[in-house]
């Protein structure tokens, strides 16, 4: 078995592209299913071929049993889904064990957003006397200005950034690039890091930190959970939503922007999203809204 997860997360790498994020994810469900066989198999050595559609909905029942969250445990089906396909096209297996295997059904999640007024206080947030502090407002104004992921912040080097246009190239999911256009706001306080984020290298700076837009107080590239904590706490100033990621200004970038006209399309392009379907989401949250405006201020509303 665990050769044949190996292989199959070398496949994603490699051949599909998939981000070292999923593939992380991926990797922790296997293992998690692995030792579930252990235990279900306790009896006797198992073969992978006597792994059935029940032996799956007795593991995904398992997950719900230790509080597994029910969207951590659809994707732990989409994970084994994916990997007996693999075993399946490889022919290790003769047949997809999970393919008529239900996902627990989900409830719709709208996503959370900061208002207008919102990102106008948080965008002034930052200590902008300081290094840190320039290097914080310009996460902000990129994160709002543009709606790139997080990963393709912690990503984006020099060479990616163009003054010039008001550009980004960024590198999104499957690895695939797209251009982003920022806004002036997002140009001027990204400048203003910029002309002081030398005070940040380490003493002997190698072609790699040189090259990296944000750093941190040690001169090293930013982690995701570091960018976390820095937008929990700027978020948790200004509002009292119950998410405050990154993830959170995504979302208000776009919701804006379809809020003030802009074609759905348009918007999935500049998200990097695969499917238009995936960027509806952000129709529902527009049409929420002006319900609301509606009931607020149409005299037959009620």
């Known amino acids: 078995m665990e050769f044949k997860i190996r292989t199959f997360l070398q496949y994603l790498r490699t051949q599909r592209n998939y981000s070292p994020h999923t593939i992380a994810a991926y990797e922790d469900d296997l293992r998690q299913f692995s030792e579930f066989l252990l235990r279900h198999y306790a009896d006797h050595s198992y073969s ?148 002081c984020r030398s005070a940040l290298f380490p003493k002997q700076a190698g072609k790699e930190i040189v090259e990296t837009v944000f750093l941190t107080q040690r001169g090293k590239r930013l982690s995701p959970k570091g960018v976390n904590v820095l937008m929990n706490e700027y978020i948790g100033r200004v509002s009292e939503i119950e998410k405050k990621s990154p993830h959170v200004l995504r979302h208000t970038f776009a919701t804006h922007l379809l809020n003030r006209g802009a074609d759905l399309r348009a918007v999935k392009e500049l998200l990097g999203h695969e499917s238009l379907s995936t960027t509806q989401v952000y129709t529902h949250v527009s049409v929420d809204r002006l319900k609301k405006v509606y009931s607020q201020a149409h005299p037959k509303a009620s």
Do not use: W
């Open 48 to 195: 992978i071929s006597e792994i059935d559609h029940v032996t799956i909905r007795l593991f995904l029942g398992d997950c719900l049993e230790h509080d597994f969250a029910k969207r951590s445990v659809a994707r732990k089906l989409a994970c084994l889904k994916s990997f007996f396909k693999y075993l399946h096209r490889t022919k290790v297996v003769d047949r997809n064990p999970a393919t008529n295997v239900a996902a627990p059904k989900l409830e719709k999640r709208l996503p959370q957003y900061l208002d207008e007024e919102s990102v106008t206080e948080l965008m002034n947030q930052p200590d902008t006397t300081t290094t840190l502090g320039k290097r914080d407002a310009a996460i902000l104004e990129l994160f709002y200005s543009t709606g790139i992921r997080l990963s393709e912040l912690i990503d984006l080097r020099m060479i990616n950034v163009d003054f010039h246009s008001g550009t980004l190239r960024v590198t999104g999911k499957g690895s695939k690039d797209r251009i982003v256009p920022f806004g002036r706001p997002a140009k001027e306080t990204l400048q203003k890091y910029l002309a």
